[in-house]
C-alpha cells in the first residue's frame, strides 16, 4: 500500500519544513536525534554513523566515494535527506568543493547516546506504584479499546443513523483538519469523505501518524510551539511501555498533551490521592518508531477468511471491525463472534463510489487474513480479487479529458496535414476523416492553431 | 508476508567476543604477547559497547546478541531481545533498567569465574586457543531459533572478534559451522584483534560472502566496527567495503590437524591426511595400493620410504 509509506514519512518532512533555527534547537533533545537518525533511509544512516565522531568537514566526493558507483541514485537520495533535515551542514571552504559536517548539537548528542547507551528519557515511578499499574495484556486491550473508540467516531459519522457514540470536539476538529470528515454546513451532521474511507483501510501505525500529524499542524493554531511538541511527541516513544511516569513534573503544555493523548489510547493517565501518573502503551512506542518499514505488522490476529464464492466470513467481535467490512461487504448476519457477509457487485460498488480502491480492498483483507487463510498462497482467492479489479475497470469505462474540437476545414488537404500534425505532436485524441473532424487536446490547442494559421486558412473552431 | 521487505535494514547480528583470559591477560605480561601491547581487554570492550550501542542507535528493531568465546567454554552475555521477552515478569522490569553495560559486564564477570574453575580441572595444554567452533555454533544455532520463528525476521549476521591464533583441532568442527552459516545465507564478519591473520576466519568470510579484516591500528577498533562492520546487509549493496586481499586456502589434515599445502585425500568420504594410509579412518574404507600413483602421492611415498 504505498500511501502508508507516504504518510508515515510525512511527518519527518514536517520535521524538515520547520525553521532552521527551529530545528537547531530540537537537536538539542538526544530523543530528537535519535528518532531522526532512526527516521533515515538504511544508507544515510550509515553515513551518520561514519561521520559521528569526525570534527572535521568532509568533501563531499570523498562521502561520494564510500558508495558504489551503480549506487550514486541511492547515495544522492540519502545525502539530499541529510540535507533537508539539517542533520549534514554544508561547511563552507576557501576551496571550490562542497564538504560536508554533522550538525554540532546532533552529533554532540548522538555521541553522548553512543557513550552512556540512551536509557529513558525520565525516571519512571518507583516500584511501589508498580503494584496499581495494569498488566501489560490489559494496557495492550485498553489502547486498542481507544483506537477503536477514535475510529468508530469516524465510522459513526459513515452511517448517519449510527451516531450513538458521542462525539470529542477535538478530535473531531482533527478529522475536519485532515479532511476525514467534512466540515458541518448549518444543522447537517459532519460526512465521512473519500479520504475518510481509505484511512479507515489503513494499518493502526499509518492512522496514528496521520491524526498526529495533523494534532501537530493544529498545534499552532491553538498556541502551542510546534518544536516543543515535536520534540515531546518523539521522547513519549522511547518511555518504557507499562511503566508508570509522574504527571506532576510536566509542563503545563506537556500536561494538555497527554490528556489528548490519552483519549488516542496512546497512553493510559491513573490518579492516586496525591499523585497523578500516566504509562505509555504499546501505541506510544509507535511514536518514534513507525518510520521503520516493519509497520506493515498488524499488531493483533487476522481474523477475515474469504472464500472462492465471494462468502467472508469474519471472527471477531469488535464493532468497529464489522463496521469497515460493512463499508464494502454485504453483511449477512451478525453473531456474537462471527460475521458473515459475501462481496457483491453492489456492495463493491457503494465502496467505489465513497472513493476505496479495490487495492485498498485487497490489501484490507489479506492483511487481516485468519491465520489459516493467511498460510495459503494467494490469501484472497484470485476470482475474488481478479472481480474485485474488474468491476473497478467496469466504473473506469468513459475517460474524461478537456478537448477542442476543428471542422470545417476548407480542403481535404488542410485536413489531412492538420490530421497528422496532431497524431505527430500527441495532441489527436479521435478524428472522422469523412466529416473532416476532429479533436484534440485541449493543452495542445495552442500549438494546433498556430499550425491552423500558417497552413494560411482560417478554419473555424468551437 | 513471508519474504522480508527489500528495503529493510533490520539486522540481527551475533557478535562473538574474543574472552580467552590467556590471550589478553599474556598481553599485559609481555611475555608472549600476541598483540599490541596498549590495547588491553578493557580498552577492546569499550570499543565494543560503542559498537553496541550505536547497532541500536541506528534502528530500534536490531537485536543483537553477544557470545564470549573462552579457552574452555563459551556464554551468551547479552541478547537484547531477552529483555523484551521476559517484560511480563514484574521482578524483569526491576533488572530491565539495568544498561547494556552493567548487563554485560555482569555478565562477563559470571563467565571469567567460571572460566578459572574449568580451567583448573582441566589441563592448561591448549589455552592459547579459544573456543571459536563452540561460539560459532551457539550463534548459529540462535540464529536458526530466529529464523524459524514467527516469520519476519530481521537479516542475521555474525561477526567475530578473534585475537587467538587458529586452533588446529577445531578444524573440522569450524568448518562444518562455516557450512552451515552458507547453507542458511548468514554471512561471517571477521574483525582479528591479534596480531595473526586467521585462516580458517578468511575462509568463513569468503565462503559465506562477509567482511574480513585486519585493523592495521586495533587501538582505533571503534572507527573500523563503525565504518565496515556496522553497515547492514541491505547496505551493503551500496557501500564500498574492503574486499579481502587473499584467502589462505589450506586444509587442515585430519590425522595430526596440521594446515597442508598437498595431502592423500579419501576417495570415499574425503577425508584429508597428511600421510598415506592403508584404511580411512574416518569411513574406514580400504585402500588398494595402486599401480600408477599420482606424482604428488608418488613424491610423498618416496620421502617416506627414505
Redesign the interface.
Known sequence: MPNVRVVSRNFMEMVAALPAAKLDELYGSPWTC?AV??SLP??A??YV??L??VEAAVSSKSIQ????P??LN??KVAIDKLEQLRVLIEATERRKEVSYKLNPRLQKQ?QD???????VPRESLP?SF?ARVP??VDLENYAMKQWEAVLLQLVSSAFAEASTVPMNSTLTATFQRAGLITTPKGKEPPKITDAGFQFLLMDTNSQLWQIVREYVASAEDRGMDSAELISFLLELGFL????PYNLNTLSPMQQNVIKELAALGVLQIQSGTKDRWFIPTKLASNL??SI???S??QPGEGFVVVETNFRIYAYTTSKLQAEILRLFVRLEYQLPNLVVGSLTKESVSTAFASGISSDEMISFLSKHAHPHAAKKTPVVPETVTDQIRLWENDRNRVQMSPAYMYKEFPTVETFEAVDNYARDIGALLWDEPSTQRLVGKAERHEEMRNFIRRQSSAPQRR | ?DAL?A????SQVVILLEANPYFWGGRSNGAHSTGPANFTFDRFLEHV??F???L??????NRIVVIATGATSCAYLYDSNAAELS??A?TA??S?KL???EKITQKLEDFMSKEAVYDLNQGTEDNRYSLLSGSLSMALCYIQRILRGPS?HPLPRILCLQGTPDAPPQYIAVMNAIFSAQRSLVPIDACIVGNHHSAFLQQATHITGGIYMKPPAPEGL??YL??VF???L??R????LPRASGVDFRASCFCHKKSIDMGFVCSVCLSIFCKGQRTCTTCNAIFAPSKQPNPAAAAAQKRKVS
Open positions: 535519535q537518525v532512526r538504511p544508507l544512516k550509515q554513523l561514519r559521528l565522531f566515494d564510500w558508495a558504489l551503480d549506487a541511492k547515495h548522538l547516546v553512543l557513550k552512556t547507551g540512551g536509557g516500584a508498580a498488566s501489560l518504557n511501555i507499562g511503566e518514534s518508531a521503520s518499514e516493519t506493515g505488522v | 508476508m521487505n528495503t529493510d535494514d533490520i559497547l560503542l553496541i550501542n550505536s541500536h542507535l541506528l534502528n530500534q528493531a517484560e511480563n514484574r522490569r526491576v530491565k544498561s547494556v553495560v519476519p571503534f572507527e563503525s565504518m556496522a553497515t547492514d541491505y547496505s549493496k551500496f557501500l564500498q
